[in-house]
């Protein structure tokens, strides 16, 4: 017997069909058979009603730590996708720097198969592939064998490829196979051993720092190559105002350069580093009022393609240490739609058809995986209350990991459910 899902009274907005009001939506075993403005009620149906709730195609995160393979006292691909679930997402794409990377074919499918059994295959799991052999930098992966076991994009994310050469031939082969290089930008002689902004809070700390010119410096370098190979190159956590104009230039010149930022790159400064709390410490840093300014602008003119979130999650014991040696990062896949329906929606930064844009269309069509909200397709779908208000309480977080500096902040919007693969998640 089939299953008839009808949601009812609730926002659609999808800016690929322009639908943005109210609609009715019609489910049959996870197939969308119906979309109207209203549809006629029958006994047989699941009424869902969604009044004063968006629904829009599912979300994806293009930049997650699954840790999984090798880290997995930090998360699992298990956890992780659960934590994406209750984040709102029904899509991730996961980092290589794992133990092994994912640098072959063998891993990029393991990845693949855990995926599709945590938590029922709900959340896909895509896997982005090394540019180098074990992240190394000194020998292309196997590119071809990786986008062709699955991998959506080439990152040596944790570590920038710094050698030009490298870089250049990177774009060209991944260029056969229109995939994107997803690069960390950090030149490593200008970020030696930092571990904040540098600034005037890291010269009064005492604390060695990152200047924004490291972040700037190899984008510019990467964007001449872009141009020279003709590759596709997206710039992962843009963090400084110097960061969004080179690439605002660089769009202008229709390079096929795209880029994300993290909400915490467009929520917190380098002041809360001053706690020495070590999850304030992230790589790249927390900046200035300044660069969250300029980076509020690039999503508000298009500047800034993707909010991703970096989620990093590090167990307790490794991030409960000195400010020096804890290691980079934090979780975010549970506080994004908060953090940005507060800051960017809420303070008319962005409409929700901007923000739909950031989390699922653009994303999407940068992977290869874009989704459709059409009568015959696969229902995908993230919901959210937007004006639901919430207050972050790690001891409720999913993910196996709770390093964030956002406990006990109080949120307005939230996701509250997911639908993937005929399977309907509220929450």
């Given at each position: 017997?089939?299953?008839?899902?009808?949601?009812?009274?609730?926002?659609?907005?999808?800016?690929?069909?322009?639908?943005?009001?109210?609609?009715?939506?019609?489910?049959?075993?996870?197939?969308?058979?119906?979309?109207?403005?209203?549809?006629?009620?029958?006994?047989?149906?699941?009424?869902?009603?969604?009044?004063?709730?968006?629904?829009?195609?599912?979300?994806?995160?293009?930049?997650?730590?699954?840790?999984?393979?090798?880290?997995?006292?930090?998360?699992?691909?298990?956890?992780?996708?659960?934590?994406?679930?209750?984040?709102?997402?029904?899509?991730?794409?996961?980092?290589?720097?794992?133990?092994?990377?994912?640098?072959?074919?063998?891993?990029?499918?393991?990845?693949?198969?855990?995926?599709?059994?945590?938590?029922?295959?709900?959340?896909?799991?895509?896997?982005?592939?090394?540019?180098?052999?074990?992240?190394?930098?000194?020998?292309?992966?196997?590119?071809?064998?990786?986008?062709?076991?699955?991998?959506?994009?080439?990152?040596?994310?944790?570590?920038?490829?710094?050698?030009?050469?490298?870089?250049?031939?990177?774009?060209?082969?991944?260029?056969?196979?229109?995939?994107?290089?997803?690069?960390?930008?950090?030149?490593?002689?200008?970020?030696?051993?930092?571990?904040?902004?540098?600034?005037?809070?890291?010269?009064?700390?005492?604390?060695?720092?990152?200047?924004?010119?490291?972040?700037?410096?190899?984008?510019?370098?990467?964007?001449?190559?872009?141009?020279?190979?003709?590759?596709?190159?997206?710039?992962?956590?843009?963090?400084?105002?110097?960061?969004?104009?080179?690439?605002?230039?660089?769009?202008?010149?229709?390079?096929?350069?795209?880029?994300?930022?993290?909400?915490?790159?467009?929520?917190?400064?380098?002041?809360?580093?001053?706690?020495?709390?070590?999850?304030?410490?992230?790589?790249?840093?927390?900046?200035?009022?300044?660069?969250?300014?300029?980076?509020?602008?690039?999503?508000?003119?298009?500047?800034?393609?993707?909010?991703?979130?970096?989620?990093?999650?590090?167990?307790?014991?490794?991030?409960?240490?000195?400010?020096?040696?804890?290691?980079?990062?934090?979780?975010?896949?549970?506080?994004?739609?908060?953090?940005?329906?507060?800051?960017?929606?809420?303070?008319?930064?962005?409409?929700?058809?901007?923000?739909?844009?950031?989390?699922?269309?653009?994303?999407?069509?940068?992977?290869?995986?874009?989704?459709?909200?059409?009568?015959?397709?696969?229902?995908?779908?993230?919901?959210?209350?937007?004006?639901?208000?919430?207050?972050?309480?790690?001891?409720?977080?999913?993910s196996k990991s709770k390093n964030t500096p956002f406990g006990d902040r109080v949120l307005k919007g939230r996701a509250v459910g997911i639908m993937n693969h005929g399977q309907l998640f509220l929450?």
């Open positions: 017997m089939s299953e008839m899902i009808l949601f009812q009274d609730g926002v659609l907005i999808d800016p690929l069909s322009q639908r943005d009001g109210k609609y009715d939506v019609l489910i049959r075993n996870g197939q969308i058979e119906s979309i109207k403005s209203s549809i006629e009620l029958k006994k047989e149906y699941r009424i869902v009603n969604l009044k004063d709730k968006i629904f829009c195609p599912g979300f994806i995160d293009m930049h997650v730590h699954l840790r999984e393979p090798g880290f997995e006292h930090k998360e699992t691909i298990e956890t992780g996708t659960l934590s994406a679930a209750f984040g709102g997402f029904t899509a991730v794409c996961c980092m290589p720097n794992t133990n092994p990377a994912i640098d072959d074919e063998s891993i990029a499918l393991f990845v693949q198969s855990q995926g599709k059994r945590a938590n029922g295959g709900i959340v896909d799991v895509y896997p982005v592939g090394a540019v180098t052999k074990r992240r190394e930098g000194k020998e292309l992966a196997p590119i071809a064998e990786l986008v062709q076991a699955g991998a959506v994009a080439l990152s040596d994310d944790g570590a920038p490829v710094s050698d030009a050469e490298m870089m250049r031939r990177a774009f060209e082969y991944a260029g056969m196979f229109d995939v994107p290089i997803i690069q960390h930008c950090e030149e490593p002689t200008l970020a030696k051993h930092g571990v904040v902004n540098e600034g005037f809070v890291s010269t009064s700390l005492g604390l060695p720092g990152i200047p924004s010119v490291a972040e700037e410096v190899m984008i510019a370098r990467d964007l001449i190559l872009t141009q020279y190979t003709n590759g596709r190159y997206h710039i992962a956590h843009v963090s400084t105002a110097g960061s969004v104009e080179l690439i605002r230039r660089a769009k202008k010149e229709k390079n096929r350069v795209t880029c994300e930022v993290t909400p915490h790159h467009f929520t917190l400064t380098d002041e809360l580093v001053r706690s020495y709390n070590t999850n304030t410490k992230m790589n790249p840093p927390l900046r200035t009022q300044t660069d969250i300014d300029a980076i509020k602008e690039g999503l508000r003119d298009g500047t800034i393609d993707v909010i991703a979130t970096d989620h990093a999650p590090h167990s307790l014991d490794e991030k409960e240490v000195d400010f020096l040696q804890a290691p980079f990062g934090i979780v975010g896949l549970e506080t994004a739609i908060g953090l940005a329906m507060t800051e960017l929606v809420h303070t008319g930064i962005l409409s929700l058809n901007q923000l739909v844009e950031k989390f699922s269309v653009n994303p999407r069509r940068i992977v290869g995986k874009p989704i459709t909200v059409e009568e015959g397709q696969e229902a995908n779908f993230t919901f959210i209350d937007p004006n639901a208000e919430w207050k972050v309480d790690i001891g409720q977080f999913k929450y």
